[in-house]
Each structure stands twice: as C-alpha cells, then as structure tokens.
C-alpha cells in the first residue's frame, strides 16, 4: 500500500490583520501571511526578524484562519514567499476562496507558474539594495496589467537607474510602477520633486503602516 503524501505545509513567521501599506491595494484592512526565508540580504531590509524561525502550518489552516479574519483581502510576504515550494499552492488556495490575493516578492524567484488571479508585486533591486544582480529578467517579460513593479530609491543614483532602467524597457507601459523613498535613507519630499522635474510616469508611495505604527512587526 504506497505512503500518504504528505500534508502541503508551509514555514510561516506570523499572521496578522492590518492595513495594506503599500502598493495599489494601500489602505485595505488586509490579513497578511508573512512566510519565513529569504535568499536575499537588501541593506534596507525590515523585515530579517522573518529570515529564520517560524512555524510549520498546514495550507489548509492557513486559509481557515484567513477566512476567520474576515477580510476580503490577502497578502502573501516574506521574506521570499517563492522560497517555498508550497507557497503556489497556498495562493492558489487562497483564490479558489475567494480572497482578492496579492503576493509581495523580491523578484529574484520565477514568478511565472503563479496562478494567474493573483495580484504580483515585484520589488525591482536597485543598486542601493545590494542585491540588484539578483533581477531575473524572465519576470520582467512576462508581466500582466495587473502586476506591480516597486522600486525602492536608496539615492539619487538609485533614482536615475530606476528612471532608465523603466524607460528603456517601457515598463510604466505594461503595468504600474511605483517608487517608494527608502526609510531614513531619502526624503519623500526630494523623491516627489525628482519624479515631478522629469515628469516621470510613476506612481509614487509612502508605506503607510510606517506612519502609522513605526517598525513594530505584525504591522
């Protein structure tokens, strides 16, 4: 009699309730998955509490408590969710209940076998990040009108490759691109002056959770 496959379960840091901070969906009361793993070391990283730990759970419980939240939103995050193979799964899941699903990710993972339904926003390295050798090119060829393609701008350096970088491949053409200032790195209010000096097509965003509660986690 063969074994029973085993039960998809994932690594998961935490899970809570909060306002969506970034991205199109800033704003919407959200429950967010935050998945354990990276593969990646960004210099202006928030969120290295999740690069170890964590607990296995069930795909299954994962969505029940989504449902218990009572949310219609849904966001997947790390870390690198992709790190894990299961995490297509769980999106999937996720979907087939009905959420409106978003999955944050660095883009250094394929992202192409993700379910269609899903909301993907890529977090384009820059050079500021340390890790902008980590780009696969593949995700940036196959991107959908629903995708998002943030760019977080360390300096001006930072800026000027992101506006070439967007401008030689037409990105703001096939999806919203957003650029957001780096934490206590640049001021919002230069970031703001530079995209308006070269009226550039991009839409600019604050992280709202900061403002809101800081750099306490589960927010």
Known sequence: MPAPEP????????????LQGEGDA?????????????????H???TSYAFQGGEWRGISALVD?????????????????????????????????????SLET???????????????????????????EANLAGNLR?????????FVICDRADYEWSRQFIQERGLHERCQVLFSPS????????????????RLPVRM????????WGDLPGH
């Open 7 to 18: 039960v998809p379960r994932l690594r998961v840091t935490e899970t809570f309730s909060s």
């Open 26 to 42: 800033v704003g919407w009361p959200t429950f967010f998955i935050r998945l354990t793993g990276c593969p990646l070391r960004c």
């Open 44 to 46: 202006y990283c928030d």
């Open 65 to 101: 408590e989504a449902r218990a939240a009572g949310l219609r939103h849904v966001c997947v995050t790390g870390g690198e969710p992709l790190a894990q193979k299961d995490c297509a799964r769980l999106l999937a899941e996720l979907c087939d209940s009905g959420f409106a699903v």
């Open 106 to 132: 660095s883009g250094a993972l394929d992202t192409n076998g993700i379910d269609p339904r899903i909301v993907r926003v890529i977090d384009v390295k820059t050079p500021g990040s340390g890790e902008v």
């Open 142 to 150: 196959e991107l959908r009108a629903t995708d998002q393609l943030k």
């Open 183 to 198: 934490h206590a790195s640049v001021a919002p209010r230069d970031l703001a002056e530079w995209i308006l000096a070269d």
């Open 205 to 212: 965003q604050l992280q709202l959770h900061k403002l809101l």
